[in-house]
């Protein structure tokens, strides 16, 4: 594995890999150590050509941990308006040295442009690119779900997890629907039938438009941010009708199975997509899953960059 | 210079010589001393190929491509004449700017340059431009279209479908509904899930060919639908045909190749409107050009600057450039395939489209008399496709790195060689 | 390959050093042993074992692992990190007993003590290895061991534990590249 662009780079094996190294990691900095100095001279940077402080903030605390150099590098709006900065941009990390791209980006694919090219050598990992994967956040899920769900074992066969929202823009969902059915968990995708994308039958995944019949049925429930947006484009007729049948509120956390984790990638729309009452019963993990970004983070980080410059895979 | 060509296998499979004299075609035993004497050693010939659908970027966008480098483009690919699109800057929407394009194409003497009109304004999709001054202009213009984007005001469509039957002209829609496709990225399927672009669905072409061969039959005009993708349009204008409407149809080489599958790495290359689509769409394509449900072949050829494809996927140009892999592709898809001879090639590729686009002294029998304009491939050859080798101006080829079979060695133009020695 | 440490050798080794860390430091109070995975960390389990046995008391053991502050990092691919347990009294005013399988290089434990510097200031750290093979590189040396087996740099030392290879034996063989 030289680059992380989607889950499908990951084999199963390797997917545990960064789980198992993440809860070491977490183990090691929660505790004894908070500074490790693996990537001590290597240098990271942040390539993020869309807001977002969180995803940013937790991959510059992940690197700093490992005592990488961290260059934030925000190029937003730059990139869609004129097709050949990307392009430009990545020779300039490749002249600065760059060991490793973190990028963010509202042009799905763009994190392959980046790695298929001749334009760059380091590693590339994906934070997210447009309507396409954000693996780094699919593989922080599984980590929560794994924590609390687990019971110890490796991977997440027989739980059941729902993702409930807007499928067809997530790709939150598309990387979290490819890492927890390669990690065995059964899951079930929830919205609207506009909200799904075309040929998501042949997804291996059960599909619902009826949330309720969903709750109790869960072991994990991860609710989707909807985009205000969504309902000029007639994806659903209001947000008091999308919240009404979409949304997380305190019956349906009520309906939910004793032991069900509420997840959100986040932000959150209170009110939206989840109650606040909902996001912040005792049943949601959803801060735990900041903090738990940052030790998969460090996980990636460390298998992509904490060996020799690689060629094949992870040992 | 006059011509005899020894050694040739004619489009019916018979073995002949011709000979090229004056521009055209004579007994060769009435040329003049003097001539020279190419032994093909069997080689294919075909009637000039002809296409409908060319993209040349003159005037405007002539870092890109010129009428001359796409010309010289053509002939290496075959072609005897090209028919330049309208969008370029200024619109080709006048009879001057049409005139321009085609005393380009003159100037340049490569090829004929066709120029076809923009049906609407500019292409704004909302008033007629002035399509009978560039019907009797110098450029003789018969085919209009506003391609690269759809006439989608019905009213309007059916306005332009009557207007041209006053020349016996057509109208070549781009079928495209702009709202099923709007900032739409390839075929939606499940790759396009998958990938995260935004999807193109079929029926967005197909609504628009099922509107538009009704509208020609009520009208009782001639209409052509470029760019076929699609296993319903397929469908569509084999249904039309049996109700003897006058729609013609056409398909891209890449269309009969590629499918969705080339855009799993983003790589812009494979960007094309219409989008690349199943495995199924192609296999029903090939099978409509074979019975003759679709007309002709067309190559679309879009020449983009290398700007515009190293890019990101949704940011990239739509395009791509066609016009010196295009028979190859064609003997790949339908000859090695056993769904076409070359006659059918020289049926798809050069009579028909001549026909539609009513180009005179093109796509005619290779017979004594008529104007030598004659194409002559290698078909035994096979040939590695190099962008860098290439004429075109632009390198947006797919193809680069493919073997391809069919090597075009000659190509005469009004009886001169413009291409080959 | 040849057998240079049977079981019963290696059990007297593991009794020995025990004392030996009980005598040096006056008793087990004040002593953590903290060993290296994957062996290091089980002879330190036995050792604590030994301890116990010895004291009757239970003298504080966890593991610590070197991955991360290694220096050689960038000549191998990435390896899985395996568990760091320090015992709850931590490191700080203790005497940390290192123990490892082998001793060679003397690398895994300068990666060992800057891992210790992370976590705290213990009062003093030693080394417990069960053989001391030579050729080091590094001004390091042990406290305790087992036994001292001089060997050539190509010759190859392979420590089996019960726990981990299903038998108790330390072997030496001509090998090919370490
Ligand atoms: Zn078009």
Not at chain 1, 217 to 235: G, P, S, T
Not at chain 2, 73 to 78: E, N
Not at chain 2, 161 to 171: A, M, Q, S, T
Not at chain 3, 103 to 123: K, Q, V, W, Y
């Amino acid at each position: 594995m030289k680059h992380l662009l989607s889950i499908n780079d990951l084999s199963r094996d390797e997917a545990i890999l960064i789980l198992d190294t993440a809860s070491e990691l977490a183990r090691i900095s929660d505790g004894p150590m908070k500074k490790l100095p693996t990537l001590r001279g290597r240098t990271i940077v942040n390539l993020f050509a869309e807001d977002s402080t969180r995803t940013r903030i937790s991959f510059e605390a992940a690197a700093k941990r490992l005592s990488a150099d961290v260059i934030n590098f925000a190029a937003k709006g730059s990139s869609l308006s004129k097709g050949e900065s990307l392009k430009d941009t990545a020779q300039t990390l490749q002249a600065m040295g760059a060991d490793a791209v973190v990028i963010r980006h509202p042009a799905s694919g763009a994190p392959f442009r980046l790695a298929d090219n001749q334009w760059m050598s380091g590693a590339v990992i994906n934070a997210g690119d447009g309507t396409h994967e954000h693996p780094s956040q699919a593989l922080l899920d599984a980590y929560t779900i794994r924590k609390h769900l687990g019971k110890g074992a490796k991977d997440l066969s027989g739980l059941r997890v729902a993702i409930v929202g807007d499928i067809l823009h997530s790709r939150v969902a598309r990387s979290n629907v490819l890492l927890l059915t390669k990690l065995g968990a059964h899951v079930t995708l929830v919205a609207p039938p506009t909200l799904f994308p075309f040929g998501v039958e042949s997804w291996p995944v059960t599909i619902s438009y009826d949330l309720d019949s969903v709750i109790p049925q869960v072991d994990a429930i991860m609710m989707l941010r909807i985009q205000q947006e969504r309902m000029h484009e007639i994806f659903f007729p209001s947000a008091r009708e999308y919240s009404r049948y979409y949304g997380l509120n305190r019956d349906r956390v009520n309906a939910l199975n004793p032991k069900a984790i509420i997840m959100h990638p986040g932000p959150m729309n209170r009110g939206l997509e989840i109650t606040a009452d909902a996001a912040d019963s005792a049943r949601s993990v959803i801060i735990e899953q900041v903090s738990n970004g940052v030790s998969v983070r460090m996980a990636i980080l460390y298998l992509l960059l904490g060996g020799a410059p690689i060629e094949g895979g992870i040992n | 210079m006059s011509y005899l060509l020894k050694n040739i296998t004619l489009p019916n499979g018979t073995k002949a010589e011709l000979a090229i004299q004056d521009g055209h075609f004579v007994a060769a035993s009435s040329l003049t001393k003097g001539h020279k004497m190419l032994d093909m050693g069997g080689k294919q010939v075909l009637p000039g190929l002809v296409d409908l659908h060319t993209h040349l970027r003159e005037p405007g966008f002539e870092e890109s491509e010129t009428v001359a480098t796409g010309s010289l483009s053509a002939v290496r690919g075959g072609f005897t004449a090209i028919s330049a699109m309208a969008n370029t800057s200024p619109v080709a929407d006048t009879a001057g700017v049409v005139e321009q394009v085609y005393r380009l194409g003159q100037a340049a003497g490569l090829c004929d340059v066709f120029p076809i009109g923009a049906v609407t304004q500019g292409l704004n999709g909302q008033t007629l431009s002035e399509i009978g001054a560039m019907a009797d202009s110098a450029a003789r213009v018969r085919v209009f279209s506003d391609d690269g984007k759809c006439v989608f005001d019905p009213l309007l469509m059916r306005r332009a479908l009557e207007y041209v039957k006053k020349f016996d002209g057509v109208i070549a829609q781009h079928a495209q509904e702009p709202t099923l496709t709007q900032d739409s990225q390839m075929n939606e399927g499940e790759i396009s899930a998958q990938l995260g672009l935004k999807g193109w669905p079929a029926v967005a072409e197909e609504a628009i060919i099922a509107r538009d061969v009704l509208l020609a039959e009520h009208t009782k005009s001639r209409l052509h639908i470029c760019h076929l993708t699609t296993a319903g349009g397929v469908e569509i204008i084999r249904w039309a045909k049996t109700r003897g409407i006058q729609v013609t149809a056409e398909v891209t080489p890449h269309h009969l190749l590629l499918t969705d599958d080339y855009a799993k790495n983003y790589d812009p290359i494979f960007k094309v409107n219409p989008p690349l689509r199943l495995e199924s769409d192609v296999l029903a394509l090939r099978a409509g050009l074979a019975d003759g449900t679709i007309d002709i072949v067309a190559t679309d050829h879009a020449p983009h600057s290398s700007e515009s494809k190293d890019c990101e996927w949704a940011v990239a140009s739509f395009g791509m450039v066609g016009l010196e892999t295009a028979l190859s592709i064609v003997i790949k898809t339908m000859v090695e395939t056993g769904a076409m001879n070359y006659e059918g090639v020289a049926q798809c590729l050069s009579i028909a489209p001549a026909r539609i686009g009513r180009y005179e002294n093109h796509g005619q029998s290779l017979e004594v008399g008529n104007v030598a304009n004659l194409t002559v491939v290698d078909t035994a050859a096979k040939w590695v496709v190099d962008r860098d080798l290439m004429s075109t101006r632009s390198k947006n080829t797919p193809f680069h790195g493919f073997e391809l079979p069919g090597v075009v060695t000659h190509t005469f133009f009004n009886g001169k060689l413009v291409f080959g020695e | 390959m040849k057998t240079v440490l049977p079981a019963p050798d290696i059990s007297r080794a593991i009794v020995r050093i025990a004392h030996e860390i009980l005598e040096r430091y006056d008793g087990a109070e004040s002593i953590t042993l903290l060993g290296i995975p994957t062996r290091g960390a089980h002879l330190a389990t036995r050792i604590a074992a030994a301890i116990n046995a010895i004291e009757g008391g239970e003298v504080a053991v966890g593991t610590l692992d070197t991955t991360m502050h290694r220096d050689d990092l960038r000549t191998r691919s990435p390896k899985a990190l395996l568990p760091t347990l320090i015992p709850a009294a931590g490191v700080e005013g203790r005497h940390v007993v290192l123990v490892d399988d082998v001793l060679f290089s003397g690398r895994t434990i300068r990666a060992a003590l800057d891992a210790l510097g992370e976590i705290g200031r213990p009062t003093s750290v030693s080394l417990a290895v069960l053989v001391d093979r030579g050729h080091r590189e590094l001004p390091i040396k042990a406290d305790f061991v087992g036994k001292n087996i001089p060997t050539s740099r190509s010759e190859v030392i392979k420590v089996n534990l019960i726990e981990v290879d299903g038998t108790d034996e330390v072997t030496i063989s001509e090998g090919g590249v370490k």
